[in-house]
């Protein structure tokens, strides 16, 4: 069983940055896969960046290439979501999750809001 907890969000300027964390319970964190997701008013979730469970490997989004970045550190437990150069389009409920291997994300936080007003 593994427990997410997301933190970091808010109400930013365009232009301006954010980091999320996700802080996550559990003795085997390290085994697991974690993605940051987001759902936008309206919107399906869709993935944002994922991060396999040594970090050797990233993945973005097109959206938010060169924008975000992803990184985790298994000695505190937690992942970050570093956010820059925000747009309007960034805003949503930010979800951090996680998976082993390549199977389904089937352990998620309750989310935090991010806005970027314009």
């Known amino acids: 069983q593994v427990q997410l907890v997301e933190s970091g969000g808010g109400l930013v300027q365009a232009g301006g940055s954010l980091r999320l964390s996700c802080a996550a319970s559990?003795?085997?964190?390290?085994?697991?896969?974690m993605g940051w997701f987001r759902q936008a008013p309206g919107k399906e979730r869709d993935i944002v960046a994922a991060i396999r469970w040594s970090g050797a490997n990233t993945y973005y989004s097109d959206s938010v290439k060169g924008r975000f970045t992803i990184s985790r550190d298994n000695a505190k437990n937690t992942i970050y979501l570093q956010m820059n150069s925000l747009k309007p389009e960034d805003t949503a409920v930010y979800y951090c999750?996680?998976?082993?291997?390549?199977?389904?994300?089937?352990?998620w936080g309750q989310g935090t809001q991010v806005t970027v007003s314009s």
């Open positions: 999750a996680a998976r082993l291997g390549n199977d389904e994300y089937i352990y």
């Open positions: 559990g003795r085997t964190f390290s085994s697991y896969g």
